[in-house]
């Protein structure tokens, strides 16, 4: 795949998930206004939930596809697709079974007596959404990322109509947006079932030689890592919602996000880039152009990310009283405070990991963090009794871990750390957008005052990324022309980008 094709991929998977967290947000905006904050909060308590449990349940399978379609042709990829499915199937039952047993014992363990209902109505949900997972990778390996984007759009507007409108217009009760829930995971499984028969339309189905053990065998550590992943990030939401209580949870979990076109950029370069990292390994290409490859998308990933990062910090408090209402206004600390993660999620080691198959060092890293971010969760609990403290704990132990990948990533590929990460231009970008970034915010205050939420934020937004773009050229950042390449798909070489 040349690199005029990588970009165009990239900017298919970039849109398709920037709708499916567009998505997430507007739902969150919608249901704060129309939900009670006790309401609010254990419907976030049930998405804490399921996000925690999916990830042992769909055992690290939406990987595989990734990581072995890019191996078989394309007779033998539809033999494995269909396999893989029958196996999300299977835990996507199992997951429906054991929330509703675990019902009661999770709303104690939550000390939220009124989510044990909520989470039994919730369970079959999972039964539905499961066998859909691992799209992004079938059309990523087979060059049709745009199906991704078709897809996500798709799918993402009928979950979110299926959840609000019946808050809007029927009655504002979790039960009611749970109920549109389940419906409109009946319909996007429907179909997530017909778009992964699209690359394989008129293909006659090969068996591939490939067991059920060689999947496990390579899912289960990923499964494995990314459960202590969720154990990781779930840590600071079980304390808070355990000693804290609902209000708190809820005013913590509006603050404490990242941004969607963060996510947007990292998961379409990580999508992206996991298929062909496997082909270049498999096919043992020079250690050389893997490097440049992974260089490339974490510098082109930070002129995009580190501009809209600085920028939400230092307009955090527009930005979540306009999202949230005044009511959430003491969201702001753990906005500014979780965006500091951002600088970080640039440095995709994930794919680079994966596709050397080094999967077990991955989940051991993982498994050393959730007990380091459970025990010094716990002990900040006790001495300092401060929803703040485990926020900001979180922030340096994830911040941690990435350097502790970057590390093993340069010795995997047998490269000093000081040629294999890019810092002195990042922080060339970090400190120009800063720059930029508290001038408009001081000639905004000048000009406008407190004239209009809406409209300050607006100017704001439109001053700042113009003076970046046309001031790019002073430290030799191309930003015109990484935005033309994506859109266009046209190549464009790394010294023009920077």
Sequence with gaps: MNNNT????????????????????????????????ESYGTYRQVLYVYSTLLVVFSAGLPNVFSYFLPRFSLNEGKYIVWKITK????????FSLILYYLADFLSIILNNLELSPV????????????PALGIEGVFATYKKAKFIAFYNIITRV??????????????????????????????????????????????KNKKAKITYKEILLYSIPIAIASFWGVVIKSADQFYISRFFGTEAFAVFS??????????????????????????????????????NLWKSAILKS??????????????????????????YVESVLFFRIAMFINFFNVILFAPLIFAFGKTK???????????????????????????????????????????????????ILKVNIRF????????????????????????????????????????????????????GNMIKVNYIGLIASFVKGKDENQDKVF
């Design 158 to 203: 009928i979950v979110l109509l299926g959840i609000v409108l019946p808050v809007i217009f029927y009655q504002r009760s979790v039960y009611s947006a749970l109920y549109g829930w389940f419906f409109a995971a009946l319909i996007s499984l429907i179909i997530a079932l017909f778009f992964k028969k699209i690359p394989f339309k008129g293909i």
């Design 302 to 327: 930070a002129i995009i990310i580190y501009p809209i990062v600085i920028f939400f910090i230092i307009n955090a408090t527009s930005v979540v009283v306009l999202l949230y209402s005044e009511n």
């Design 361 to 411: 060092y991955y989940s051991n890293v993982h498994m050393v963090f959730a007990i380091l971010t459970w025990l010094f969760g716990y002990l900040v609990i006790l001495i300092f009794d401060s929803p703040i403290g485990i926020a900001l704990l979180s922030v340096f132990l994830r911040i941690l871990k990435v350097i502790v990948f970057l590390h093993f990533s340069s010795k």
């Design 6 to 37: 990588n970009k165009r991929q990239a900017l298919w998977v970039g849109i398709g998930s920037l709708s499916s967290f567009t998505m997430a947000i507007v739902s969150a905006v919608i249901l704060s206004r129309f939900l009670d904050k």
């Design 420 to 471: 294999f990460f890019p810092i002195k231009k990042i922080l060339l970008i970090i400190t120009h957008s800063s720059v930029i970034g508290f001038f408009v915010s001081l000639l905004s205050d000048f000009l406008l005052g407190n004239l209009n939420l809406f409209f300050n934020l607006l100017f704001n937004c439109a001053v700042y990324f113009t003076v970046l773009i046309f001031t």
């Design 119 to 130: 989470l039994k109505l919730f369970s079959p949900i999972p039964l539905l959404m499961l």
């Design 254 to 291: 509006n603050g404490f996000i990242e941004l969607p076109f963060v996510s947007m950029v990292t998961l379409a370069a990580s999508t992206v880039l996991m298929p062909l990292f496997s082909k270049m390994i498999h096919n043992k290409a020079r250690t050389e152009d893997v490097i």
């Design 87 to 94: 196996i999300l199937f299977l835990t996507g039952f199992l």
